[in-house]
């Protein structure tokens, strides 16, 4: 029998976790399977502000893609994939085109400005590597001229730091550079007042901070924000970022000589151009088999696809890609054999949110729906993250850099 062909568009947690659960499914020589991206590792997103805090350093949360394609003998092509072909069965990428007979189509999300003028031009991101390294980059470089400025009003300005989004990037952000700021600046920067000159001011247009996870979550968030004397502004839309100011909807301005942008994501370019049916969000629609449009041909999930449960599409989540996953790996399996696929039910762990140091929100959703706070939210928050993590040798840097900046300094080396 000749090995069918698949192809994986994407190495986030959709694609890793895809095909780090087909290994104990496909028979030997069963497929011929190949995964493409544009990176070769798969990028641990939700440690992402870390790396941009000096928590972590970047290769901590990078994991080679090759080490479990080669493990199951399976081929890895690093190329930019500039569409996908339903028609021809062909994965068009910038290394040549890949034919398939069955597509797996999780190229995940990239973010959505939204298309608020200045977004692009003055904001940064905490999507990708290179935006970590860029936001840690900004801030260090913004507290060296500050310690050099004279003025205090300048100074101030200087350091007017805004974050649009109080999702989870946005507060746990906004948390983690509270902390650089108190527990590491404040001693290698003794000509600024930590206290009064640098400011973080969290922007948006919900009633409450982390609008999408349990109103008790939320309260300990916004408890936990002022505490950090972080400005939270809700109900606020912004309308324009500019090089020095953020302006809202309402005509009032914010000081931001730094905006970080976290305000959603939407599908990727990828997915916006695949001739299939698409949810109002532009998201794949998929079946309870992950099918795109009922084709066997073509499955999503993750960030990319519009799952429908209880008449609403799963939220963009890491959690959803990694639970899907190994529902999705069988279904791929029963299609390359011919067989009858399954239906997946998603049932929700709950949600974790950090809150700095010792610090957290977690609510159990199968222990009775309990939401508790502080330092045992902070373990389990720790814990969960590091058993997550894919890899020996990344948890094992996971916790030994967390111990060294609980107990010294973070980095504050200004590499590029």
């Not at 009003?153 to 805004?162: G, K, P």
């Amino acid at each position: 029998m000749t090995a069918r062909r698949v192809v994986v568009v994407g190495g986030g947690f959709a694609g890793l976790h895809l095909v780090r659960r087909l290994e104990g499914l496909l028979r030997p020589g069963e497929v011929d399977l190949t995964l493409v991206d544009r990176n070769n590792f798969h990028l641990f997103t939700p440690l992402l502000y870390q790396v941009a805090t000096g928590e972590l350093p970047p290769h901590a949360i990078a994991y080679p893609l090759r080490v479990p394609l080669a493990r199951a003998g399976h081929r890895f092509v690093r190329a930019e994939v500039t569409g996908v072909d339903v028609a021809a069965r062909l994965v068009r990428t910038s290394a040549g085109d890949l034919p398939y007979d069955h597509v797996v189509v999780v190229p995940g999300a990239v973010p959505n400005d939204r298309g608020i003028p200045g977004v692009a031009e003055h904001a940064l991101q905490v999507k990708w590597l290179s935006d970590g390294r860029a936001l840690r980059h900004r801030i260090l470089s913004t507290f060296e001229r500050a310690a050099t400025e004279p003025d205090r009003a300048r100074r101030r300005d200087l350091l007017s730091f805004v974050i649009v989004g109080a999702g989870p990037v946005g507060i746990e952000l906004a948390a983690s550079m509270r902390d650089l700021m108190d527990h590491t600046l404040r001693a290698i920067y003794p000509s600024i007042d930590m206290r009064r000159d640098p400011s973080i001011t969290v922007i948006d247009g919900a009633d409450r901070v982390l609008p999408t996870m349990d109103r008790r979550l939320s309260a300990i968030a916004a408890r936990r924000m002022a505490a950090l004397r972080v400005n939270v502004l809700l109900g606020t839309f912004v309308s324009e970022v500019g090089p020095d100011a953020v302006r809202t909807k309402a005509g009032t301005t914010a000081a931001a000589r730094t905006v970080v942008w976290a305000g959603g994501v939407r599908p990727d370019p990828i997915v916006a151009a695949l001739d299939v049916p698409k949810a109002e969000d532009g998201r794949l629609l998929v079946d309870g088999a992950f099918r795109v449009a009922g084709r066997d041909d073509v499955l999503s999930f993750g960030d990319a696809a519009a799952f429908m449960q209880e008449g609403r599409p799963l939220p963009q989540l890491a959690q959803v890609a990694v639970l899907q996953a190994p529902a999705a790996a069988r279904n791929l399996a029963h299609l390359v054999r011919g067989e009858g696929v399954e239906t997946f039910r998603y049932h929700r762990k709950g949600d974790l949110i950090a809150l700095g140091r010792t610090s957290a929100g977690a609510e159990f959703a199968r222990f009775g729906d309990v939401v508790v706070g502080g330092v045992f939210a902070w373990t389990v928050w720790r814990a969960n993250y590091l058993t997550q993590l894919v890899g020996v040798r990344n948890r094992g840097t996971l916790l030994f850099e967390w111990l060294l900046s609980y107990l010294s300094r973070r980095i504050v080396t200004d590499i590029q």
